[in-house]
Structure formats: C-alpha cells, structure tokens
C-alpha cells in the first residue's frame, strides 16, 4: 500500500472530509437531501490488482430523500487516481469497477430478492501534474461508425482534478478538502496556516483535524513534503490547542470560584 492510498484511505473513512468532498464538487441539487450522519462506508475494493499502486477507491452508501419524502440511498464511488500521467481510456477502467460494485451487490443481497440496483455516482480524483484531458464520457472511445444509436453504450463519471481550481477557490471554499487541494496543488505555507487557524475555530469534527495533521505527518516522512513544513503547521494547531485549554481552564477556575463564593454567603 503506497503513502497516498494509507493517508487517504483515512482521511476518507472521516464522514465529515468525505461529506466536504461532494457538497464541494458535486453540483447536483438533490445534494442538499443527503444525510450524511447515517453515511455508511462500504469497507470493500474493486480497484483491479496491477493498479493498487496507482489507484486507491472509496465507497459511501448515503440515505437520501426524495422529493415525495420517501428515503431511498445512493453510492458514491470515489476512483483516486495517484500516478502523474493522465489514462486516456478511465472510463472504462471506471466502467469496470462500477460493473464490479453491481455485482457484488447482488450477490450481497441476493438477484431474485433485488428489483433494482441502486444508483452509483462515479468520481474520479486526480491529484496529479498533468492537465486532465482524458474523456469522461465513454462515448467519446468508441468508434463512431457503423452508427449502433441506442445500442452503443453509454458511460460517464465525474472528474475532481486539483489542479483545475484556484487558489482563490480553495481559499473561498474554507474546508479540509480545499486544505487538502492547497498541500498538493498550490503549496502555500503562510497561507495553509492561515486557513488551519480559521478551520480549528469553524470545524467542530476534532478527528478529522487530528487526521488532516496525521497526513500531513505522513507527506513529510516520505519526503513529499519537508518536515519543518509539517513543524510549522502542527505547531500553529498546538498553540490554538493550548490557548484553549489555557481559556477553558480559567473559566473552570472562575466558576468554582463563583461557587465557592455563593456557599460561603449562604451559611
């Protein structure tokens, strides 16, 4: 298992970095019915064997309520994609994993007892150099003639490259994931502390700061980023941590004081 696929294998398996990563990127309305407190990660990989270095996937089932108010669910499957060189034929690698979800599903729930599959939202995230010019759409791989019309299988899947966004988009997005894209994309050391400031004061989720900062400790062990670098960062989290700790201390302090005074002018 290579550095990238550990770090984001857990940075993912946190509901709130997972949740940040599709209201971001997924433009979709019914986004906004999504209960991702009941979000259930699907502990399973599709990701065919000559590709585990390069590739790493994670899949969430998510309720979601449909506009009647009736509950149904849908799957993402998140294809991360490592290596610096583009894949001019993703989508059918993607097809293949997508077909290989299918299965297993009904062999997990049984084909005579399934009426329906359920909906699969394929993304890819590139965190590569590269600009993505590879197709999204199946279609566009497949020869045109003879024309097959309704026959010709159609497949398309949602691409996240980090390169293609600002940094004044990341900055204005103000989440882990967009911290996440600045560490690779746009390494800015001033800047990522500035952000780590504002999102350990926004983001009540502790342990998806906690595992953001253990990644980071990751890209510096294996060079990817240098570890004064990484000091820097978790020294600014320690020091909001202790000015915390020291406040909530003092208000404790204050309080039993209070009390103290309230039982000695009640005797």
Avoid: C
Wanted: avoid cysteine; aromatic fraction near 12%.
């Amino acid at each position: 298992m290579n550095i990238h696929d550990s770090g984001y294998k857990r940075l993912f398996s946190n509901k709130t970095i997972f949740r940040q990563l599709i209201e971001a990127f997924v433009e979709e309305p019914w986004v906004q019915a999504l209960d991702f407190t009941h979000a259930t990660r699907i502990d399973k990989s599709f990701v065919a064997e000559h590709y585990k270095e390069t590739e790493s996937d994670i899949i969430y089932r998510v309720p979601l309520r449909r506009a009647d108010g009736t509950e149904t669910e849908i799957y993402f499957y998140v294809l991360i994609e490592f290596q610096s060189s583009v894949q001019r034929f993703m989508a059918v690698r993607v097809l293949q994993y997508i077909s290989s979800l299918y299965l297993d599903h009904l062999l997990t729930y049984g084909v005579k007892e399934t009426l329906q599959l359920p909906a699969v939202l394929p993304i890819v995230l590139y965190n590569g150099d590269e600009r993505w010019t590879a197709p999204t759409s199946l279609g566009e791989l497949i020869a045109d003639y003879p024309p097959l019309g309704d026959y010709r299988p159609t497949f398309d899947y949602l691409k996240i490259a980090e390169n293609e966004f600002s940094l004044g988009q990341l900055l204005g997005m103000r989440n882990l994931i967009s911290a996440l894209f600045i560490v690779e994309a746009h390494y800015n050391l001033s800047l990522l502390e500035e952000l780590l400031l504002a999102l350990y004061d926004e983001e009540p989720d502790r342990e998806a700061i906690s595992l953001f900062l253990n990644w980071l400790k990751q890209l510096a062990l294996y060079g990817r980023i240098d570890e004064e670098t990484y000091g820097s960062l978790a020294e600014v989290i320690r020091s909001k941590e202790e000015v915390k700790s020291m406040f909530l201390t003092a208000i404790a302090r204050e309080k039993a004081q209070i009390r103290q005074e309230g039982r000695e002018e009640g005797r």
